[in-house]
């Protein structure tokens, strides 16, 4: 039987206004099962970001998708529109990519459920889930998404997650220490690997 692809392909703002957020998807994400994947994995000069990206939607069967943060910035005020730029190809990947494709499944977040009305009204007909910048709303949000999506009973709630995120981000500064790894050393490697390690370790 054919190993189930569980990559998850992470679409968010990497600021560090956003990072929380971001640790806490992944968080999530490996905590239900799942393996996240996003743009930060390599780090190549290289390889083209923009068909890293598509190399990356190719491989995985879902997708969290962030586009809360598509909003003017900047002088003069510019929109941001890389977030609903790799939706767009995670969609069309779904619509076009061929049958193995098309099983595709993605949730799509904003800060509020309809705003996104105002910039991107084409996809009005999906179904968008407002986490408002909060931390524990993502979670849960996001993880009774993969919940449903697993199907697996051995999952815990989005509360239980959340409560466990809490518990590893005060655990994370020691952890870091342990492994000789300076504040803003950490890649998304790193925290993955610390990820995996924390939650399998006896």
Sequence with gaps: MAKQ??????????????????????FTIIRSG????????????????????????????????DISRTEVDGDPPLPRFNMPLELGVFLGAKKYGGPKHRLKSCIIFDRERYRFQRYISDIAGQDIHAHGGVVRTLITELATWLRAQSRDPNVPGGVAIADEFEAFTAALPEICGARRLGPGEMTFGDYNAIVVQYLTSD
């Design 34 to 65: 799942f393996v996240a994947r996003c743009a930060l994995e390599t780090d190549n000069a290289a390889d083209n970001r923009f068909v890293k990206i598509c190399r990356i939607i190719k491989a995985c069967r879902y997708g969290v998708h």
């Design 5 to 26: 692809n569980r990559d998850v392909f992470v679409n968010c703002p990497f600021d560090d206004e956003y990072k929380v957020l971001f640790n806490a998807a992944v």
